[in-house]
């Protein structure tokens, strides 16, 4: 059966899901976006993808054409028409579609555009979370509000495509020497003394949802947390890396360019998070 999506207050089979070539999101990438992780039909820390969303949208003086809460009924609608078990929904709002091609804001009588589709992924069996990934770091090249979860994906882009072509799951994009985030993830190290290291949020990185939860997780279990930047090299002569993302949860990193990390294969804290991750989406599904 044809997937069902979301357009603008309908669903409706995917092949007939479209917006306007007016739309601000296709000429300017004027839109946000956010992804959460479904696990067995439920929605994976959406509080926290939602709260960003509202986040977002406020700092590119966007309003939301639903409440959270009417968005939160959306996701779920979808999930069941579609029968995901295990996957991911992606939203997108946008500031609409206007009579013609203007820099400037549409009028008032322009309503932003809501979209909505699911895709299938077994996140907790992927064969990756065994093994883990290689990465490869490239230069970040974005612009300078990263906190903003904004649909102008073209650094990422190439970014995960150089990292597709060098057989790499990962881009580990690089600033002033230091790891910024991944391409589609927040970067985490374990020293050799046993420190977790993720960078600070700021205007730099995302605010990740799923680095927000391991924080606070391993804080509660007394694990050492700093959060600041850190180097290739510093990774490179960590015990673990690995990273998270609302699609992947934990994932340990085993090389960096090429270069082992700790022995190139998934560490003991690493496997540790994941597990007290899964645990954790499992019991505050929605
Ligand atoms: N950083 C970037 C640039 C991302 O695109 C993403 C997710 O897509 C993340 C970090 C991880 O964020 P989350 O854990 O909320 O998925």
Redesign the pocket.
Known sequence: MEPIAYVNGAFVPLSEAKVSILDRGFLFADGIY??A?VLDGKLI?NA??LA?LQRSVGEITLALPESLERIQEIQKELVKRNSVANGLVYLEVTRGADSGRDFVFPKNDVKPTLVMFTSEKDIVNAPSARTGISVITVPDIRWAR?DI?SVA?LA?VLAKQAAAEAKAGEAW?IEDGKVT??????CFILTQDDVIVTRQNGNE?????????VVKLAEERQLRIEERAFSVEEALAAKEAF??????FVQAVVSIDGKKVGDGKPGLMTNRLREIYVDFARATAV
């Open positions: 956010e992804v992780a820390d926290s993808h960003r990263r979860k994906l990422q994009m985030e991944g391409g589609s993830s927040s990185i995302l605010p990740g949802c799923t680095r927000k939860a990273i998270t993302s609302a699609s992947l």
